[in-house]
């Protein structure tokens, strides 16, 4: 069956939005609005995984949003709201915790990371974490996932967890009218030279919100002098920029700042090397100054302009909510039916 099709993505609203969101996936949604439909979701239900300050929520809450703005997504034709607003996605969750198997999610790697030695402590919320995603995704039968490549193996579990009902339901599905799959296989966009930006301070670490760090990570709100004193302070080795990317071989550092060049300049790799090759860290990291500044500048100054207006900011939550919300009653009351459930 052909699946109308539909893009849909999430960003936790979890500290600081850095250089990784922005490459890794806020770019990718920015492009997709030209081709598809949109729906880009803060997903403060992730974000009580993990204990939240109920002061800071909201304001993380609409910083993210205010990004989005910032960056070009455009909130009348696409739509952008928050997840616990739209409470289908909680009740599709509770399905798919009934669809997908104990040994599936015992397989995230993310849980194990975040989990860390003291598994018997982390909240049920964050085991069942990618279930919710597959919901997030699914309650709008979404076929295009745009996200950075730690989120494959979540990706990939929505991937199955659509399989399994399909199949678990497939008489029911069909009796329906709904062909042989209600929901689709939704295709992660994981493309580009920044699919994984690192660690500022370690090249084999991912760059994250949670790293205690500043100096690790380069912030959306960061300002110029910020920008500038992060990548002078970011860790190189002691030989040239090579001109191919075999010479990038085992050395991340190198490999990272030349993916975070690239990725901003929306070039490939090759032509940055084409350009850089022989030139010191010094000479390179100063154009990357001037190139990070140059893009992340506007977005870092519209999001704090932006933040000023925060009855501004709710109501593009709140009417995009409302239309996320038409969507998902759709999907949820066709699985009420395919299960079973009685509606009244
Ligand atoms: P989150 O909030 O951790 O990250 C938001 C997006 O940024 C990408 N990303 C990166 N990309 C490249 N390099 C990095 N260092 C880097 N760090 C983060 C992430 O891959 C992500 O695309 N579980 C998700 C949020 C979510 C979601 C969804 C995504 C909830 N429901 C449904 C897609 C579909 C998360 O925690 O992302």
């Known amino acids: 069956m052909a699946f109308q099709q539909r893009v849909f993505s999430g960003v936790q609203p979890t500290g600081n939005l ?46 993210v949003t205010a990004a989005f703005l910032a960056c070009g997504i455009d909130p009348k034709k696409h739509i952008i709201f928050n997840q616990s607003q739209v409470a289908e996605h909680a009740e599709l969750a509770w399905v798919f915790n009934c669809v997908a198997r104990v040994g599936w999610l015992n397989r995230m790697t993310q849980f194990k990371e975040k989990a860390g030695k003291d598994r018997e402590n982390a909240s049920v919320g964050l085991y069942v ?8 995704i699914l309650v709008y039968r979404a076929t295009h996932v745009p996200v950075g490549e730690d989120q494959k ?31 689709p296989q939704p295709e992660p966009l994981i493309q ?22 500043d100096y690790s990570r380069i912030n959306l709100t960061d300002d110029a002098d910020a920008i500038a004193q992060k990548v002078r ?16 071989e085992d050395r991340p550092e190198a490999e990272n700042l030349v993916g975070i060049y690239a990725a901003l300049k929306e070039v490939p790799a090759a032509d940055v090397l084409g350009e850089f ?11 990357l100054v001037d190139l990070a500044v ?13 933040m000023g207006d925060p009855a501004y900011i709710d109501s593009v939550l709140a009417d995009g909510s409302n239309r996320a919300r038409e969507i998902a009653a759709q999907t949820m009351s066709a699985v009420k039916d395919i299960i079973g459930f009685i509606r009244h």
């Open 192 to 213: 580009g030279p920044a699919t994984r930006v690192m660690s500022l301070r370690d090249g084999t670490k991912k760059m994250s919100k949670s790293d205690p760090s």
């Open 233 to 248: 302070k970011a860790k190189t080795d002691p030989d040239a920029l090579p001109s191919e990317a075999k010479g990038l």
């Open 277 to 287: 090759g022989g030139a010191q860290f010094s000479t390179f990291k100063s154009a």
């Open 129 to 136: 974490y990618p279930n919710l995603m597959a919901a997030d």
């Open 18 to 63: 850095h250089l990784g969101n922005y490459l890794g996936a806020i770019v990718k949604f920015v492009a997709l609005q030209q081709s598809h439909d949109c729906i880009y979701c803060v997903v403060d239900m992730h974000a009580i995984t993990v204990w939240q300050d109920p002061v800071e929520l909201p304001r993380a809450t609409r910083e």
């Open 294 to 306: 140059a893009k992340l500048g506007p977005i870092g100054a519209e999001t704090k302009r932006l």
């Open 153 to 183: 193996q979540h990706l990939e579990l929505s991937r199955d967890i659509a399989q399994k009902f399909n199949n678990d339901f497939s008489a029911s599905i069909a009796a329906r009218g709904f062909g042989d799959a209600f929901f």
